[in-house]
C-alpha cells in the first residue's frame, strides 16, 4: 500500500523555465510534508518542507504548495537550472506517529537541459 | 562541524558473510534510522531507533539487525539471511520533539555490493 505517491518518475525542462513535480497521499492523518533532493550514490538532502496548517511555503526558487482536500502537493522550481537535476523525493509524516517516520514516494528524476 | 557519517562509502560482501555498516552522527538527535534505496524506488525503511538501547523495526527488517549503545552510533549488520542484500543504504537522525517527528537528516550513504 503506497501512502505517498509520485506518479512521474521523470521530468525534463528547458533551463530558466518553471518545473513543477507532484506528489500525492492517501493517509488523512499526514500533517507535515517534506522534499529532499537527491544526487546518485549521495544522501538526500532536504530542501523544504510544509505543515498542514499552511498551503504555501516558499524558498527562494522552490515553493511547496498542499491542497489538503485532493491529498496532493507540488514543488515548483523556478527559473530552473542545470544543477537542480536530481531525483527529487517527497515524504510525509502523522504528528506523533511512532517513531517519527517519514513515508516516502518513489522520487520523480528532473532533468533541466541548458 | 555537524553531520552523519556513514562508512565505508563502497563495501563488497561475500555471499553468506555478514557485514556492519556505520553510522554516527554528532548533531546531538535523539532518532535515528536506517533506510535501503533500490533503483526505481523510493527510501524504504530497515530500523530506527528513538532513544538509546531501544529499537523498533521499520518495513523491511527481515535480515537486518542493529544496535544504539550509544546516541551517536547506529550501527546495520546485514545478516546472510537477507536474501537481496545489494543496494545503497541511507542512515538519518532528527530530533522528534514536542510533534513526535521532525526534519530527518541523512548521511551520505554505503554502496554494498554482494559477490
Known amino acids: 500500500d503506497q501512502q505517498v505517491k509520485q506518479n512521474s518518475p521523470s521530468l525534463s525542462v528547458q533551463e530558466g523555465r518553471i518545473s513543477i513535480l507532484n506528489c500525492d497521499y492517501t493517509?488523512?492523518?499526514?500533517?507535515?510534508f517534506l522534499w529532499y533532493k537527491k544526487y546518485p550514490a549521495e544522501g538526500p538532502t532536504f530542501l523544504i518542507s510544509i505543515s498542514s496548517i499552511k498551503d504555501k511555503n516558499e524558498d527562494g526558487r522552490f515553493t511547496v504548495f498542499l491542497n489538503k482536500s485532493a491529498k496532493h502537493l507540488s514543488l515548483h522550481i523556478v527559473p530552473s537550472q542545470p544543477g537542480d537535476s536530481a531525483v527529487y523525493f517527497c515524504?510525509?509524516?502523522?504528528?506523533?506517529?511512532?517513531?517519527?517516520?517519514?513515508?516516502f514516494g518513489q522520487g520523480t528524476e528532473l532533468s533541466v537541459k541548458p | 562541524d555537524g553531520g552523519i557519517t556513514q562508512s565505508p562509502k563502497y563495501l563488497f560482501r561475500k555471499e553468506g558473510q555478514n557485514v556492519t555498516l556505520s553510522c554516527e552522527q554528532n548533531?546531538?538527535?535523539?532518532?535515528m534510522y536506517w533506510y535501503r534505496q533500490d533503483p526505481g524506488q523510493g527510501l524504504r525503511l530497515i530500523y530506527y531507533?528513538?532513544?538509546?538501547?531501544?529499537?523498533q523495526k521499520g518495513d523491511i527488517a527481515e535480515g537486518y539487525s542493529v544496535s544504539r549503545e550509544k546516541k551517536e552510533s547506529f550501527p546495520l549488520t546485514v545478516t546472510s539471511a537477507q536474501k537481496n542484500p545489494t543496494a545503497f543504504y541511507l542512515c538519518a537522525s532528527t530530533n522528534t520533539g514536542t510533534r513526535g517527528s521532525g526534519t530527518q537528516y541523512f548521511g551520505p550513504g554505503t554502496r554494498l555490493t554482494v559477490l
Open positions: 493517509n488523512s492523518m499526514f500533517d507535515y
Open positions: 531507533s528513538q532513544i538509546v538501547n531501544d529499537f
Open positions: 548533531l546531538n538527535h535523539d532518532a
Open positions: 515524504a510525509a509524516s502523522a504528528i506523533n506517529n511512532q517513531g517519527g517516520k517519514l513515508i
